[in-house]
């Protein structure tokens, strides 16, 4: 990981991606995406775990390099800072599903690290932030269109 | 497999269970066709819709 001060770490977000048991189809696809969005500059990935629950609710956790042949993903898993801390795993599994098996993607949204220290450097500082749901833009939009296919 | 040792006794940046975000397949799936929802919602999206206040 390059030194870089804290005044330019873009965001970090986290997902958590469930595979229920016998639905996955790994053909390489979501590695190939996750790779052109780091090598374009978009994203850097700080951390990567894969997580099982067994039928039980025990969940066992995995660092990427346990997976096998990791194929283009072996220089990105050189790289990851292992963020995440063992206390981390059971609070990530707590919305997975029985019998499924997840992977969990840490990353820092490079593209935002420029205009958040230029913000800052503003004077700025960021006092609210989040992801509206699909659902609530679908709601909002026919809402919005509700009235005007009434009187049809 | 057990996870890196550095792993151990870090203190954790998640801090509390998460829950499980609503899934858009099962979402939209009351209603009009899926396709239909797609083309709202990237309606809702595109540049030049105005809000009213």
């Known amino acids: 990981m390059t030194e870089r001060s804290l005044d330019e770490l873009g965001p970090v977000d986290y997902l958590v991606v469930e595979f229920p048991a016998g639905a996955s189809n790994f053909t390489g696809e979501m590695a ?17 775990l894969i997580l099982t629950k067994d039928e039980g609710g025990a969940v ?14 072996q220089a990105l898993e050189a790289e990851l800072a292992e963020l995440l ?14 019998g499924s098996t997840a992977g969990v993607l840490i990353w820092e ?29 679908i709601a909002s939009i026919e809402a919005d269109e509700a009235p005007a296919t009434e009187g049809d | 497999m057990p996870l890196r040792p550095a792993r151990a006794g870090r ?9 499980k975000t609503a899934v858009v397949a099962k979402a939209v799936t009351p209603g009009p066709a899926p396709v239909a929802k797609t083309a709202v919602v990237a309606a809702a999206v595109t540049p030049g819709r105005r809000r009213r206040i």
């Open chain 1, 85 to 98: 801390a063992a206390e981390d795993v059971d609070h990530l599994a707590a919305a997975m599903e029985p």
């Open chain 1, 32 to 48: 190939a995406e996750l790779l052109a969005l780091v090598d374009a500059g978009t994203i850097r990935v700080i951390d990567i």
């Open chain 1, 109 to 137: 949204n490079l593209w935002a690290a420029p205009f958040a220290a230029a913000a800052r450097r503003s004077g700025g500082q960021l006092i609210a932030t989040g992801r509206i749901p699909i659902q609530a833009i």
């Open chain 2, 11 to 19: 203190v954790g940046v998640i801090g509390a269970p998460v829950a």
């Open chain 1, 60 to 73: 066992e956790a995995m660092e990427l390099s346990d997976v096998g042949e990791l194929g283009e993903l």
